[in-house]
C-alpha cells in the first residue's frame, strides 16, 4: 500500500469515528487494541460499528522495519481488505484436512472482514447485490494469484440450503520440477485454473447431513475433484458424526497446490452420562495418494477415547477429573508400520474464582523418543482482576522448564460518566522451555532472551 493510500483510509478513519457519521450514540460502537510483542513486534487495531457496518484499521510493525497497514470496510452489501474465508473455500484449499464434527462443514460459503493480527495477507472486495444469498468477489495474496468468482445461497424449504461457488485463479505459475528421477505426482503445470463447487445441508431432528461436492479445471490439466459427506445423528441415546472424503489425484487447489489425501473418513460418538459425566470414542483413518493396489496403503489411522467427570463436594467448588487416550498407526509406501501413543490426564479444582489445575501428557513411539510434559496452573478472578501463574516441564532428551504469568486488569467506567465503555490492560509473560542446566543458573547468569516472552497489551472499547 502507497504512502497515499495509507494517509487517506487513515484520515478516512478518524474522520468516521470522530464524527460518527450522524449515528447515535446508542448504534455507535468503538474499540481499539494495542499489542506489543517480545519489545520489538508492536500491533495496533482500531475498528467501529454502527447500523450493519463496520471500519477496520490494523497496523503491525517489526522492530525499525516499515509499517504494515491493514484497511477494510464492510456493509450488507460491500466488504473490502482482509477477508477471512469459510465454508466451500476453505474446503477447496483443504479438502480432506477436517476431522467430524468441524464447523467447516456448518458455517456459511463466503468471505468476511478478518480483523485477527494473525489473519494472513490476503485481502479483497465482496459486493453482494442480494446479502446472504449473492455474491461477487476479487480475492488475492501476497505472493498469490488473484482470483475471481461468485457464491450463490438458496433455502427453498425452511430445513434444506442449497450453496455454491465458482471462482478462477488466473495467472498461476508452474511448480519446480523436483531432482528426483521419476514423480509419482504430477506438478502444476501453470496457467489459468477455474473452480465450481456445491454443497447440500439438509436437517432433521433426527439426522444433519452436509454434502459438499467440488471440481477444478484448467489448461494442460485433467478435470479433478473432491467429495465430501458429513452426517450427524442427534439422539440421546446413540449421538454419532460421521465423515468421509474423497479426493481425485488430479485435482489442485485454488492456490495450484496439490493433495496428497486420497481417502479420509472417521466417527466421533460423544455420550452425556447422568452426573455430569462425558465419554467420547474417535476413530479416523486417511490414505494418501499412489500405490492403491497394494495391502498396506500409506496414511494413518487413529482411534481415541476420552472421558471427563464432575465432582461437586460444595455449593461453590467443583473438582472435574478428565482422561484421554489415543492410539495412531503411520502406514509407508512399503508396508511398513510405525505404531504411537498419547496419553493426557488432568485434574481442575475451582471455588469462587480460584481455580488450581494439573495435567500430565505424554507421547511414545517405536521410533521416537517419549515425549512427557507435566503442567501446574493457578488463577485467581475477580471482578475487575485476572492472575495465573503456570509451571510446565518438559522430558524429552534434556529435561526443560518454563513459568509463565498472565494478568489482566479491567475498568469500568461509573455510571452516568461521559466516557461510558470498558478498558482493560494485560501482561503476558514468562520463559519457556529453558533447559535444566540454564534454568539453575538463570538468576546468577544472563537473561536468555531466546527463552523469554512478553505481550503487553490494551484495549478500549465505548
Known amino acids: ?131 446472504d444469498r449473492l455474491g461477487l468477489f476479487l480475492w488475492e495474496g501476497e505472493g498469490l494469484p488473484s482470483k475471481v468468482g461468485a457464491f450463490a445461497a438458496l433455502s427453498p424449504v425452511s430445513r434444506l440450503q442449497l450453496e455454491s461457488i465458482f471462482l478462477t485463479t488466473g495467472g498461476c505459475r508452474a511448480k519446480p520440477h523436483s531432482d528426483q528421477w521419476f514423480a509419482y505426482r504430477a506438478l502444476f503445470p501453470g496457467g489459468r485454473l477455474h473452480h465450481l463447487g456445491g454443497r447440500i445441508n439438509w436437517q432433521t431432528p433426527l439426522l444433519h447431513i452436509y454434502s459438499s461436492l467440488a471440481a477444478c479445471g484448467g489448461e494442460r490439466l485433467m478435470p479433478g475433484y473432491f467429495v465430501n459427506l458429513d452426517l450427524r445423528l442427534q439422539n440421546r441415546f446413540f449421538p454419532l458424526e460421521l465423515l468421509m472424503g474423497c479426493c481425485s489425484a488430479d485435482y489442485f487447489t485454488p492456490d495450484g497446490e496439490i493433495i496428497d489425501d486420497w481417502l479420509r473418513f ?139 504469568m498472565e494478568i489482566e486488569v479491567k475498568g469500568f467506567s461509573q455510571a452516568g460518566s461521559t466516557t461510558a465503555g470498558s478498558r482493560c490492560f494485560y501482561l503476558k509473560g514468562g520463559v519457556e522451555e529453558l533447559p535444566a542446566e540454564e534454568w539453575r543458573f538463570l538468576m546468577t547468569g544472563p537473561l536468555p532472551f531466546d527463552n523469554c516472552i512478553l505481550k503487553i497489551g490494551w484495549e478500549a472499547e465505548n
Open 1 to 131: 500500500m502507497s504512502e497515499a493510500n495509507k494517509a487517506f483510509s487513515l484520515w478516512l478513519f478518524l474522520y468516521l469515528i470522530l464524527f460518527n457519521l450522524g449515528v447515535t450514540a446508542q448504534d455507535f460502537k468503538a474499540e481499539i487494541k494495542s499489542e506489543l510483542e517480545d519489545l520489538q513486534f508492536f500491533k495496533n487495531r482500531c475498528q467501529a460499528q454502527w447500523s450493519g457496518c463496520r471500519l477496520l484499521l490494523i497496523e503491525e510493525q517489526v522492530k525499525t522495519e516499515p509499517i504494515d497497514m491493514r484497511v477494510g470496510f464492510s456493509s450488507p452489501l460491500f466488504t473490502w481488505g482482509p477477508l477471512g474465508h469459510f465454508g466451500l473455500v476453505r474446503m477447496m484449499l483443504n479438502p480432506l484436512g477436517y476431522s467430524p464434527g468441524s464447523t467447516v462443514f456448518t458455517e456459511k460459503s463466503d468471505f468476511r472482514l478478518d480483523g485477527s493480527f494473525s489473519g494472513g495477507s490476503r485481502r479483497g472486495c465482496v459486493i453482494e447485490p442480494l446479502p
Open 266 to 404: 472417521g466417527a466421533e460418538s460423544e455420550y452425556f452420562l447422568s452426573g455430569s459425566a462425558v465419554i467420547s470414542l474417535t476413530y479416523q483413518r486417511n490414505i494418501l495418494h499412489g500405490l492403491h493396489g497394494r495391502r498396506y496403503l500409506p496414511g494413518w489411522q487413529s482411534l481415541g477415547f476420552s472421558a471427563e467427570k464432575e465432582f461437586k463436594p460444595g455449593q461453590e467448588v467443583t473438582i472435574t477429573a478428565e482422561s484421554a487416550t489415543t492410539g495412531k498407526i503411520d502406514y509407508d509406501q512399503y508396508g511398513k508400520s510405525e505404531q504411537s501413543i498419547t496419553l493426557k490426564t488432568g485434574v481442575e479444582l475451582s471455588n469462587a474464582g480460584r481455580e488450581l489445575s494439573g495435567c500430565f501428557s505424554g507421547k511414545w513411539g517405536e521410533e521416537e523418543l517419549p515425549e512427557k510434559k507435566l503442567c501446574l496452573k493457578g488463577s485467581r478472578r475477580s471482578e475487575n482482576t485476572f492472575f495465573a501463574l503456570e509451571w510446565r516441564t518438559f522430558f524429552t532428551e534434556a529435561v526443560s522448564h518454563s513459568l509463565l
